[in-house]
């Protein structure tokens, strides 16, 4: 199938500089629409179905920023990224734009090579947004998808590598569940994994956990902070999602430095096995989704040879006994003590054996963890 060449208006009073801009484009073989006034340019744009507009700052009647605003208030063009073109001294201006909704600036005099990278990052941008925005309306739609693919729910295999070794359990409270893990290796060789736990249980908590996981795989993470990708999760999700929270760890792992950096949401601490200690990562924080605003931070702690980081949902220690009386915090945090010597799958299993010794067997809640294991 031929590929649909992706249409970007320029608008440009100056007709100098639409020639360039315009010159350069169809070289590329880029569908161009020109206005020279602002008035024209919300015409075109509400006519046509655009992927990116060019948008000097300063035109007659109708300014730049105000076209901008315009279009950034509109269903069919608020999600078309506007690049300012500017001179070097438009500042206060170009600032004023981001502030507004632009995603980006261009400077004149106009450099060719600087304008196709610009304008292929925030079309690649765009285009991803497009998939993951089908992908979650598809599955709002169809409740069974989520059921299908449960297993996809939770991450067991992990990318080989010589610095780490990583290791998960997931035993779910019905036939699916609300928690997640998922990984995505960033072409930096960086490893981020998010942890994550859905309120409620089954189908209705795993068709979150799916959004959360597909929202994690397609967002792009490479210039994001770990608290910066627990953000972008939040503000995707919220508009669709108004019954249920996550509380989740997005972590960053830099093995060539032994660099940790991890932001937390409304999530329980995690453990650091050093040797014979036990040390609690992580402050807890709120939810996502659980207010308008995410408040997150960025944390980091350099990691040593030996090093175990060990993550686990509130299922592992929320177990009632035929009493209702639960094993808590502070005994779980006991139980990962005593078992401190073991590792990798056999320190899962005793975990979850004795666990489920203290509820007989009975699953109150999903029990989902992951252990890290620093080799090099």
């Not at 009647?61 to 300012?84: C, E, H, M, Y």
């Not at 959360?212 to 503000?235: D, G, Q, R, V």
């Not at 408040?295 to 509130?314: A, I, P, W």
Request: net charge negative; proline share 3%; aromatic share 8%.
């Amino acid at each position: 199938m031929k590929q649909v060449a992706s249409k970007i208006l320029v608008v440009d009073d100056n007709e100098t500089n639409v020639e360039i801009i315009t010159h350069i484009l169809l070289k590329q073989g880029y569908e161009v629409a020109v206005a020279y006034d602002g008035e024209y340019a919300l015409e075109l744009a509400e006519a046509l179905d655009l992927d990116l507009i060019l948008l000097d700052i300063l035109l007659p009647g109708i300014s730049g920023l105000d076209v901008a605003k315009k279009l950034l208030n509109q269903d069919k063009t608020k999600n078309i990224p506007i690049l300012f073109l500017s001179a070097l001294n438009e500042t206060r201006d170009i600032v004023t734009g981001l502030e507004t909704g632009a995603v980006d600036y261009i400077t004149k005099p106009f450099q060719e090579a600087e304008i196709l990278a610009r304008i292929r990052t925030h079309i690649t941008i765009k285009q991803l947004e497009r998939e993951r925005v089908n992908l979650l309306h598809s599955i709002q739609k169809d409740l069974e998808l989520a059921r299908a693919n449960q297993q996809n729910l939770v991450s067991f295999h992990f990318p080989p590598s010589p610095e780490y070794k990583i290791y998960s359990s997931y035993k779910p409270m019905d036939l699916v569940g609300g928690d997640l893990i998922t990984f995505d290796l960033l072409p930096s060789g960086d490893l981020d994994i998010l942890f994550g736990d859905v309120t409620g249980h089954g189908i209705a908590a795993a068709m979150v956990s799916l959004m959360a996981i597909i929202t994690f795989k397609t967002m792009n993470k490479s210039f994001l902070t770990p608290s910066e990708c627990l953000y972008w999760i939040h503000n995707t999700l919220s508009p669709m999602i108004s019954t249920h929270f996550i509380s989740g760890i997005y972590m960053r792992y830099n093995a060539q430095n032994k660099l940790l950096s991890f932001s937390m949401a409304g999530h329980h601490c995690m453990i650091l096995l050093r040797g014979k200690e036990l040390i609690r990562l992580g402050t807890k924080g709120f939810c996502l989704m659980m207010f308008p605003q995410l408040m997150t931070e960025n944390q980091e702690v350099f990691l040593q040879k030996g090093d175990r980081l060990f993550l686990f949902s509130d299922g592992m220690f929320e177990v009632p006994d035929e009493e209702e009386n639960y094993l808590g915090e502070n005994t779980f945090y006991e139980l990962t003590k005593e078992f401190s010597d073991l590792k990798g799958r056999e320190f899962l299993d005793q975990i979850q054996t004795k666990v489920l010794e203290h509820s007989k067997g009975k699953i109150a809640d999903d029990m989902t963890m992951l252990l890290l294991e620093i080799e090099s």
